[in-house]
Nanobody
Framework: QVQLVESGGGLAQAGGSLRLSCAAS????????ISWFRQAPGQEREFVAL????????YYADYVKGRFTISSDNAKNTVYLQMNSLKPEDTAVYYC?????????????????WGQGTQVTVSS
């Protein structure tokens, strides 16, 4: 099992920035990467970004592309999500999830390892 702990959420104004962290521990070798998802009130959880451990390949949802950057520090087993040009519609609880081989990375229902989530609120 992989343990994931998010941090860095908070309140930001529209146009501002926040940086989230996801610290992974346990059987991280069972994962090939880490994804960020988010869930707004009354909405389904949705994919935000993914990074692979071995070569740092990244993938983004269209609605964050160009504004958010995912990165990793493999020595610390930590993944970051730098969020710039924040919009009120980015308000959500942000979760990191372990990516296991053979699973649908874009489907939140196909993940076993989740952090507890961190709240991001963007005011207009």
């Amino acid at each position: 099992q992989v343990q994931l702990v998010e941090s860095g959420g908070g309140l930001a104004q529209a146009g501002g920035s926040l940086r989230l962290s996801c610290a992974a521990s346990g059987r991280t070798s069972s994962t090939y990467g880490i994804s960020w998802f988010r869930q707004a009130p009354g909405q389904e959880r949705e994919f935000v970004a993914l990074i692979t451990w071995n070569d740092g390949s990244t993938y983004y949802a269209d609605y964050v592309k160009g504004r958010f950057t995912i990165s990793s520090d493999n020595a610390k087993n930590t993944v970051y999500l730098q969020m710039n040009s924040l919009k009120p519609e980015d308000t959500a609880v942000y979760y990191c999830a372990g990516e296991r081989p053979g699973r649908r990375w874009y489907d939140p229902d196909d993940h076993d390892d989740w952090g507890q989530g961190t709240q991001v609120t963007v005011s207009s």
